[in-house]
């Protein structure tokens, strides 16, 4: 499938690159088709961010080149999630200074076994790794649903 399956706020983002194909080969191998891995890169072609993160978890970055804010992963966009709260955008702690980051989405596998409609916002599943020195760090992993 060559479909860019990522939620709207995040889609022109991501770029298959050198640090997602560790991951292409593990779904392949998991045979779960329904996961998508890309990294991330401001749109300036800058690749190094900033990345900011609150508890539930609400997740930015900052482009290191052209300033650009970008949001990574956001309750409020996906039709499954809840984000709860007023708070729900505050408190941001800056968790790295400069790395690169790989995004990991997870869909329903109801978009792949039926015809319902594939709503690219309706993820189920978030992971986000940081990638520095030559190693990838955890630093999300949600259940969105
Ligand atoms: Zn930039």
Known sequence: M????APDHIRP?????RLTAPFDKENYDNGSF?????????????????VFKN???YVTA??????????????EGYPAASSGGSEYKAELVQIYEKCELVAEFEYDDEYFYTDVRFDKNDITGF???AYLN????LIVDDETA
């Open 2 to 5: 060559s479909i860019l399956a």
């Open 13 to 17: 983002y991501c770029i298959k690159s």
């Open 34 to 50: 329904y996961s998508f891995v890309y990294q991330i890169s401001c749109d300036c072609g800058c690749k190094e961010l900033s």
């Open 55 to 57: 508890e539930w978890p």
């Open 62 to 75: 900052k482009c290191c080149t052209c300033g650009k804010e970008l949001v990574i992963y956001d309750l």
């Open 127 to 129: 992971n986000l790794w």
């Open 134 to 137: 030559d190693e990838y760090t």
